[in-house]
Every structure is written in structure tokens, then in C-alpha cells.
């Protein structure tokens, strides 16, 4: 099992870039597939973007392609996400996850992860 805490939300101007951190617990972090999705009330949770357990592939959502950068730190236990150019639509609480399966094409799917993080809430102002 493993445990996970996002860090690093808060209030920013549209253009602004933010680094959102998630630490987990255990010594198997490294065989994890890791994840960072979103949400904003009353909608669905959105895929934002993943990284396999190497750091070698990734992958990301279209609304953030090009702007956010996911990587990883085996030796700290740590999966980042990198914001640039942030929009006021990118304002959400960002939430971490874990998937013990390796990357795959149900990786974009919330129901394909095992753990969760609390969320970290990221505001974007116009």
C-alpha cells in the first residue's frame, strides 16, 4: 500500500507557473504508475497527465498538453507536475495517483488508479 500527499496549490495569475508535488510512502513507489488528475465541482474527475514507473513515457490531457510537464524522483518518492502558463480554466483541486499496473491506454481513467491523494486546490485568477 502507499500513501500519498500533494503539495504546492495556490492562488495564481493567469501566466503563472506553479510546481505541484506528491510524496508517497512505501519502498515501492518506483513500481508505480503515477498520475495527476483534476476536478472542479460537479464534474467529472479529468485525466491530466501520467508518467511510468521509469519516467520514460508520458503522457497528458489536451487541455494541458504543451503547458504542464509530469516527472519523477524514484530515489525521493516524489512525482511532480510542472504548470506553466496557467489559465483560469486550469483552476481545479489536483489530486495524485497511484496505479500498480504499468502504462497503459486506461491510464487516462480515474478507475484505473488503486490510491489516492487528498487533492491540492490550485487557483487560477483572471
Known amino acids: 500500500q502507499v500513501q500519498l500527499v500533494e503539495s504546492g496549490g495556490g492562488l495564481v495569475q493567469t501566466g503563472d507557473s506553479l510546481r505541484l508535488s506528491c510524496a508517497a510512502s512505501?519502498?515501492?513507489?518506483?513500481?508505480?504508475?503515477m498520475g495527476w488528475f483534476r476536478q472542479t465541482p460537479g464534474k467529472e474527475r479529468e485525466f491530466v497527465a501520467a508518467?511510468?514507473?521509469?519516467?520514460?513515457?508520458?503522457r497528458y490531457g489536451d487541455s494541458v498538453k504543451g503547458r504542464f510537464t509530469i516527472s519523477r524522483d524514484n530515489a525521493k518518492n516524489t512525482v511532480y507536475l510542472q504548470m506553466n502558463s496557467l489559465k483560469p480554466e486550469d483552476t481545479a483541486v489536483y489530486y495524485c495517483?497511484?496505479?500498480?499496473?504499468?502504462?497503459?491506454?486506461?491510464?487516462?481513467?480515474?478507475?484505473?488508479?488503486?490510491?489516492w491523494g487528498q487533492g491540492t486546490q490550485v487557483t487560477v485568477s483572471s
Open positions: 495517483a497511484a496505479d500498480v499496473a504499468p502504462m497503459m491506454a486506461s491510464t487516462i481513467r480515474p478507475g484505473q488508479y488503486d490510491y
Open positions: 512505501g519502498r515501492t513507489f518506483r513500481s508505480y504508475t
Open positions: 508518467i511510468s514507473v521509469n519516467g520514460g513515457s508520458t
